[in-house]
């Protein structure tokens, strides 16, 4: 499911929470971009980045599980 990170907010580091605690490394940090990078095809939409995030950066889609 997606994820959206409202990068007016985030700080786009490398050491960011939801990379940490993201349990399929569908977020990750690119190299090459400097920037983080979400493969919402490796999401299971656990919402755990949207907790982890400390400025409430990341909002990930509800599905029916999360309702
Ligand atoms: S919702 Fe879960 S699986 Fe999806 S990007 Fe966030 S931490 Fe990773």
């Not at 490796?42 to 982890?52: D, T």
């Amino acid at each position: 499911m997606p994820v959206l990170i409202n990068f007016k907010i985030c700080d786009n580091a490398k050491e960011c929470n939801g990379i940490d605690i993201c349990p399929t490394e569908a977020l990750f940090w690119g190299e090459k971009n400097n920037t983080i990078i979400i493969e919402n095809s490796k999401c299971i939409s656990c919402g755990k980045c949207e907790k982890a995030c400390l400025v409430n950066a990341i909002n990930v889609a509800k599905t029916k599980e999360r309702n």
